[in-house]
């Protein structure tokens, strides 16, 4: 899978001729399409929200100023007439009503005069809004004093010119944004389909089994971070991969083999050539093949049991020093026999652990190091205290492993070719741990001896006891 300038979305050709029509590339990006979906109805809602501001609020905060100017120069006015100077030159008009008599006090409108004249100025509000014959509306402020009621005015026009300013600009600022946010965000849309689309070919190369991925992605963000992650994934799938094809190889030698045994000494047995002794051990062979089956086949059905999460521990207090020293005596006579000393080194301590599964682990950990280790050479079985916890630890003088092959030991599909067997006990010890918690690992240099181990942390309930007498 190589890196193209060349990306296909939905059998359509995306190169770099990006002149190619908005219209066809706008209908094969769905996120494109989406982007400036989301983003009209964004603008929409925001310029929405603007008119309704601007109508109730900004028209309010408006008025409110026109009615201030108004009323300061009413009091200017009133100011000026007490002190008998002349009315400056003020914002918007007045008048002094007295005894029913207008009193023009600047240059009036003589429409709002007639107006004013008819009304009973009692009835008018402080903040009012008259309109006259011809449709004009004016803003007054009526200012009650000894002289008489002051009314100053001012033609609304600019009110309603202010509002259709703000709506033009609104409008303006819609159809300016759209005309320049879609060029922006089919581009913006393009560079942030690419990395997906690259994922996407990525995905579909690992579902064909294409687990080599030599493309990258470094956009420094969460696209970049799912790459890793799929690059991660496919890592891990290539080599389940290859533990699973190993697997097969082993698991159908190792069926094959026994199988192929029972077979052949059946037919011994029915073509009736053997004498009855021979029968006798020749039948024997059958039922130890027989069971060598039966127990690969419950290794099969335990470990799938365990990667289900099917288990559950029965946790106990256990002599960590009295369950090693069991351990080890279902060893004895085996260790014997190949001259090996098993050495025990271990305080009473008490730990919370499943006594059958960890002796499977144990089992296991010391089953190993017999059958690799030469004879007359000795293995050590030991716990002691860590600043971790207890490390319970099984160090033989054997074989070792090589150093390419120690973090594939735990898995379910890996098999040294001398080890025998299908490699399930090492996995079925994982599982058994890891369903424990407990940190586990092994140590070894080729030719030189292994160490396996797992640590039970205090917090697990690792707990001193008492040196026994």
């Not at 396996?452 to 942390?457: G, K, Q, R, S, T």
Request: aromatic share 12%; net charge neutral.
């Amino acid at each position: 899978m190589n890196m193209k300038s060349e990306v296909k979305c939905n059998n359509v050709s995306i190169n770099k001729q990006w002149w190619l029509p908005l219209h066809i590339i706008m209908k094969n990006s769905k996120i494109t399409k989406k982007l400036i979906k989301y983003f009209l109805f964004t603008i929409t809602l925001v310029i929405f929200i603007c008119f309704f501001i601007s109508g109730s609020f900004l028209s309010k905060l408006y008025r409110r100023q026109q009615y201030n100017t108004l009323k300061n120069n009413a009091e200017e006015i009133y100011e000026s007439l007490k002190s008998n100077t002349p009315v400056e030159e003020l914002y918007g008009n007045a008048v002094l009503i007295k005894n029913s008599a207008i009193i023009p006090l600047t240059k009036s409108k003589m429409g709002i005069m007639h107006i004013l004249k008819d009304m009973d100025i009692k009835n008018l509000h402080i903040q009012d809004i008259i309109t006259i014959k011809n449709g004009e509306s004016f803003l007054t402020y009526k200012l009650e004093t000894p002289l008489g009621y002051l009314i100053t005015f001012e033609n609304a026009a600019p009110y309603s010119e202010f509002l259709n300013i703000i709506y033009i600009v609104l409008i303006s600022v819609f159809i300016i944004a759209i005309i320049i946010s879609i060029p922006i965000f089919y581009f913006l849309g393009k560079k942030f389909t690419k990395p997906i689309l690259q994922l996407k070919n990525i995905s579909n190369e690992i579902a064909k089994g294409n687990f080599e991925i030599v493309e990258t992605i470094n956009t420094h963000d969460e696209i970049e971070e799912l790459y890793v992650s799929i690059s991660n994934m496919s890592n891990k799938l290539k080599e389940k991969y290859s533990f699973q094809k190993k697997f097969i190889a082993n698991m159908s030698h190792d069926f094959r083999t026994p199988l192929s045994i029972i077979r052949n000494y059946s037919e011994a047995i029915t073509d009736g050539i053997l004498s009855e002794e021979e029968t006798v051990n020749y039948s024997k062979e059958i039922i130890n093949e027989v069971d060598k089956l039966n127990a690969m086949v419950v290794d099969l059905l335990e470990i799938s049991k365990l990667q289900e999460g099917k288990l559950k521990l029965t946790l106990e207090e256990v002599d960590i020093s009295y369950f090693l020293s069991q351990c080890v005596e279902s060893f004895l006579a085996l260790s014997k026999e190949k001259n090996i000393e098993l050495v025990l080194n271990s305080k009473p301590i008490k730990v919370l652990i499943d006594e059958k599964y960890m002796y499977r682990v144990m089992y296991n950990f010391i089953n190993n190091a017999l059958k690799f280790s030469p004879n007359n050479s000795i293995i050590k079985i030991s716990s002691v205290e860590t600043p971790e916890g207890i490390k319970v630890s099984v160090e033989d003088n054997g074989i070792g492993i090589p150093k390419n092959m120690i973090k594939d030991v735990w898995y379910r599909y890996y098999k040294d070719s001398k080890s025998g067997g299908i490699g399930l006990g090492l996995p079925i010890c994982k599982e058994i741990l890891d369903h424990h918690n407990f940190k586990y690992g092994v140590e070894s240099r080729e030719n030189q001896g292994s160490t396996f181990y797992f640590i039970i942390p205090y917090t697990f309930g690792a707990e001193r006891l008492e040196l026994m007498d």
